[in-house]
Structures are given as C-alpha cells and as structure tokens.
C-alpha cells in the first residue's frame, strides 16, 4: 500500500486528477480527467451502442480513481436506465480509490455513480439491481490471469497505466495476451497511448488495432489521441500511413515480460537491447520523414 498523501490536482475541465511520486507522472491528461474519461474509453468502445444489448461487460485496467468505471456507467445509463452491467476493476493500490470518494473529486458524477464509488473503494464490491463491480487489488499481470481462468469476457476494456516508460510491466506483449483472453469476440479495449511499441505488442497478443483520431484543436506533434484494439479490424478507424510507416520503426520494438513477473527495470533493458541490435529505420530518421519534431 502506498503511503503518498494523495494531493487533488485540477485539470483543464474541472475536473481533479492526482500526481504520483512513485512513476512521476499524473493520473489523467492536464487536458481534463473526466473528459479523457468519456471521449478516450467511453466513446471509443461504444457503450451508447452496447449499451442497447441490454448486458454490458467492463474490464477496468488501472483502476485508480475510477473515472472510467464512472463515465462508463454514465454513458451507459444514459440510454438504457435498464441495462445490466458487471464491471471489474484491476488496481494495485487501494488507497488511490479510497483517496478518490471524497469531494471534490467525487463531485464530478451523478449521485447514484458517486455511491457506487464509495462502495466500490470502500469495500471492493458493489451490487445493486443494475451493477455488479469488483476491485481487484494486486498487481494486474496476476489479477488478470484469475479473471481469464474464470473465462470472463468483456465487451469494452479501458486500458489505463501509467506511461510504457513509466510503467514497462502493464505494456508488454505478454501482458496484452492475458488481457485479450478476457476480450470478447467482438469486444474492444481502447487506451491513450499511440506509442508504436504499445501498437506492436497489442498486434503480437493476436488484436488488431486502430486509431483514436484526433478532434479539431491538437498541437502540432500529436498524429493520433490513442489506440483502439480489437479482434477484427473492420470497425477500427485506419492508421494513417505516417502511423503505418512507424510501426516499421526501431520505436515498434515491444516491451516482453516472458514470466510476467520482472521488475520495470529488467523490461526496460531488455527493451533497450533489442532496439540496439535492430536493424529496423531509427525513429528520429522516421520523424524527419514526416517533419515531426
Ligand atoms: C494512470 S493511473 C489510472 C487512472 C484511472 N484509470 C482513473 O481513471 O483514475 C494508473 C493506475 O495504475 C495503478 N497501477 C500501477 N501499477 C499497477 C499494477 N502493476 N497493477 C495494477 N495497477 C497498477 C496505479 O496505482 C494507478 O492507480
């Protein structure tokens, strides 16, 4: 259990966000947590269209403070008061939810999410006639093997750590293989992260992948808001070819855990040593190309 004092940190909508000591990095996007929360998980595993099936199933990875658990049910709701959801949660610290349900954080969400919240960090279960949720707390690359034991599916998973470099154990192609066990056939799990060796290992656990398209406003350097992974690609929007032409990159090289059970430091070298005796075009030679900088 962590014993960083969880400080709330305001992002660009409002909404709170916290900042962790230990990876060195924020939670959400500076940009707005419980927007990134809708339009990067939400909207991007179709959970208005899910949602009219009437039973929905969420795999949450990197719980945290469960914002995308929170704009899930929302979304959900939203259109179908009646649909039934099982959600479960995959968090390494429980003090990050249990930080997470006091306000003004809480504040961001609807009465009736705001208590699921509660019972959610405060007992790691809630059920009521719509829900059922479960937090698990442990390391995700052995929480998931217990989920994909028990066959659960998922219709949408977020996929949420800290960044690859960060954070190298939640992003490697054995990991992902896990992960897609408990992906239903025509599931999808959406993550932030446009990083080629990210795109890579989802391509090697057997998933096809698309883009997030960019909305209007972005800055310069940015080509894409995150990637969308499936096992048929025919409803994922297409890489572009600049996106394309990266995955041919020494960037595209992916983190491997063969056991899942290395440290962040052994994943990085070994990562750091295949990408010194690859053959594959460098990535600044890639970014030249393309005038990115
Ligand atoms: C970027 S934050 C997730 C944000 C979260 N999805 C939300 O909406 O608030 C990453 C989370 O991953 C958790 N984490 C770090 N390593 C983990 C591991 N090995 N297994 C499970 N969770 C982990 C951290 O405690 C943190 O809560």
Known sequence: MSAEPWIPQLTEDGSFTFF???FGEAFHSRYGARQEAFFKFARVTDLVERS??????????CYGLG????????TIWATNPYCQVEVYGLELDETVPRAAISPPLIESWSPEV??????IALEHHCTTPQLTATLLIGDARQTVQMLATRHFQ????FFDPFSPRRCPQLWTVEFFAQIARCLKADGKLATYSRSASVRSALLEAGL?????????THLPHEWSQGTV???HG???????????????TRAAIPYRDPLLSDSAETIRQRHHQEQQYSQRESTSSWRRRWGIR
């Open 67 to 74: 914002y995308n658990t929170a704009a899930a049910l929302e």
């Open 52 to 61: 009219r099936q009437g039973y929905i199933c969420l795999l949450d990875v």
């Open 154 to 157: 998922a219709d949408a998973i």
């Open 114 to 119: 705001q208590s699921i919240l509660q019972a």
């Open 20 to 22: 962790s000591k230990e």
């Open 208 to 216: 096809q992948i698309g883009t997030i398209p960019l909305e209007n």
């Open 234 to 248: 025919r409803s994922l929007p297409s890489l572009s070819l600049m996106e394309q032409e990266h995955l041919q």
């Open 229 to 231: 992974a499936a096992f």
